[in-house]
């Protein structure tokens, strides 16, 4: 079992920047890749960015690529998403997301643990 554990989220204006934080613990010897997802009210889960363990190699959703950086720090088990820009659109609950596969799919039913998810809204 993998335990995920996000931090950093809140309220921000239009413009500003947030960075979220996943902490991971347990079972984290086999993590190939994490990434983060998000949910707003009333639309399903949708992908945002993910990154490959080994390698540090990203991908992005096409609504946050040259806002959202993600980053990881394998010392500290932990990956990051640094939100710049931010719009009114970004406001979700923001999910944390590991999978032992390093093949990057942006289906949520294909990551097979997940945090609690931390608030994020941006107000215009």
């Known amino acids: 079992q993998v335990q995920l554990v996000e931090s950093g989220g809140g309220l921000v204006q239009a413009g500003g920047s947030l960075r979220l934080s996943c902490a991971a613990s347990g079972r984290t010897f086999n993590l190939a890749a994490m990434g983060w997802f998000r949910q707003a009210p009333g639309k399903e889960r949708a992908f945002v960015a993910a990154i490959r363990w080994s390698d540090g190699s990203t991908s992005y959703a096409d609504s946050v690529k040259g806002r959202f950086t993600i980053s990881r720090d394998n010392a500290k088990n932990t990956v990051y998403l640094q939100m710049n820009s931010l719009k009114p659109e970004d406001t979700a609950v923001y999910y944390c997301?590991?999978?032992?596969?390093?093949?990057?799919?942006?289906?949520?039913?294909?990551?097979?643990?997940w945090g609690q998810g931390t608030q994020v809204t941006v107000s215009s």
């Open positions: 997301a590991a999978r032992r596969s390093s093949v990057i799919l942006i289906t949520p039913g294909n990551w097979s643990s």
